[in-house]
């Protein structure tokens, strides 16, 4: 079995009309094991910009500590948030120099930028970016992700509308696949609030 | 065929370890502590490789007293298990440990918590959980008969029943277990379970 699919992991983060939706599923495994149905992925940088972090936990774990900690070093240099996009290069770079021993998770990376845009982006275990104007997935779900995605998302949806979107895209996807599921964690944010929910799904 | 398991109750943590030291098909001693006390009030209970288990759980016990030496005030559970999983996640792209890890605590303004923290220094903090081949019965053993705020006989009733199903369903079961509680009184042992002579009446006996 892959490295990346030993914990098992489903991230998705679609845009929306002046806000986007990250969201992530709840089970953390170890292979066919099932060892905590109440896992985080996601995980918030600022107010309104959020990682979610898919493949091995402890990586992902390590990850989001290093990005935490690089990014309150910058809060404290340049007295002021990250930009989504720059912060997209810091996790590209922080991958990359891991090239020839890297960090076993694949980023997705949602935030709210200038004037309120909605940036959303993935990149692979080495930092490669890819930028998306729709929705970006990753983990074991990924595939049956790009397919729900697809056919369920439509462009300059209200947050309601979005939620309904990203959370039945979700379920979806992970009802197919062994390693993720057990509910969802979808965080809606627009420039005024973030909405958190727990979704609860075929909890298997 | 090492077990450890873990279970969260009222005001109260429970960890259970198998006592056997067993290399190959050779057993060199069925009464070995594999909870460790760390400090008054935290357990950790370790299963893996035995000198990894036994170096590591010493050495984060040493780190936690040079903590409360230096600072005159002990280390919170939290605290003390995100510096265990650090120190695996450091060591692991190195010198990795290979050492399974539930961390009990008490904590007078949490309460009690139980941390899962893997040879890879996955952490999680839960209510309950298992590691080794026992996992495979005790798990789902205590998502049917687990219910939070647990009195201590209850949950060491369910340590029990899980301890049974180890004995009588796991080949080359450990038969003989610790089981350490830690509260708002500390971290003691709790009882141990001894040897029982046959797979039928294991079923029914645990002292």
Excluded at chain 1, 49 to 61: E, K, N, P, R, V
Excluded at chain 1, 105 to 120: K, R, S, T
Aim: aromatic share 10%; charged share 25%.
């Amino acid at each position: 079995m892959s490295i990346f699919e030993y914990n098992g992991s489903a991230v998705v983060a679609m845009v929306g009309k002046n806000c986007f939706a990250i969201a992530c599923d709840r089970r953390l495994g170890v292979q066919l094991q099932t060892v905590a149905t109440d896992f985080r992925r996601v995980f918030k940088v600022h107010d309104k910009l959020y990682i979610g972090l898919s493949g091995l936990a402890t990586d992902a774990q390590t990850l989001y500590q290093k990005v935490v900690f690089r990014h309150k070093l910058y809060q404290l240099r340049e007295e002021r948030d990250m930009k989504p996009q720059t912060f997209a290069s810091l996790v590209s770079t922080l991958l990359y120099e891991k090239r020839f021993g890297p960090y076993f998770c694949q980023p997705v990376i949602a935030g709210l930028g200038d004037d309120d845009e909605p940036f959303i982006c993935t990149t692979d275990c080495l930092g490669a970016k890819e930028l998306a104007k729709d929705f970006v997935v990753s983990g074991t779900a990924s595939e049956s992700l790009y397919g729900a995605c697809e056919s369920m998302y439509k462009p300059n949806m209200e947050p309601e509308e979005l939620f309904e979107t990203i959370s039945q895209a979700l379920q979806a996807s992970v009802d197919r696949d062994c390693l993720s599921g057990w509910g969802g964690y979808v965080l809606v944010v627009t420039p005024t609030e973030v909405r958190e929910r727990v979704i609860k799904g075929r909890m298997d | 065929m090492e077990c450890v398991l873990g279970v969260v109750g009222r005001d109260f943590a429970v960890v259970a370890a198998d006592t056997s030291a067993v290399q190959s098909i050779l057993v060199h001693k069925s009464d070995e502590d594999k909870v460790m006390v760390l400090d008054s009030h935290k357990l950790m209970g370790a299963s893996g490789e035995p000198g990894d288990r036994v170096q590591f759980t010493e050495y984060i016990q040493k780190n936690l007293h040079l903590y409360q030496f230096r600072n005159n005030i002990p280390l919170s559970t939290a605290a003390t298990a995100n510096f265990t999983r650090g120190e695996l996640a450091t060591a692991l792209r190195k010198n990795p440990y290979s050492v399974n890890i539930l961390l009990a605590g008490y904590d007078a303004d949490v309460g009690a918590s139980l941390y899962y923290i893997d040879y890879i220094a996955t952490f999680h903090k839960i209510e309950k959980g298992a590691f080794g081949y026992g996992a495979y019965f005790c798990l789902s053993l205590m998502d049917k008969l687990y219910r939070p705020d647990m009195s201590v006989e209850e949950a060491v009733d369910l340590v029990d029943k899980c301890i049974k199903e180890i004995r009588l369903r796991l080949v080359v079961a450990p038969q003989k277990f610790i089981i350490k509680i830690v509260d708002k009184d500390g971290a003691r042992e709790y009882a141990r379970r001894a040897y029982t002579d046959s797979p039928s009446e294991a079923a029914t006996v645990t002292a």
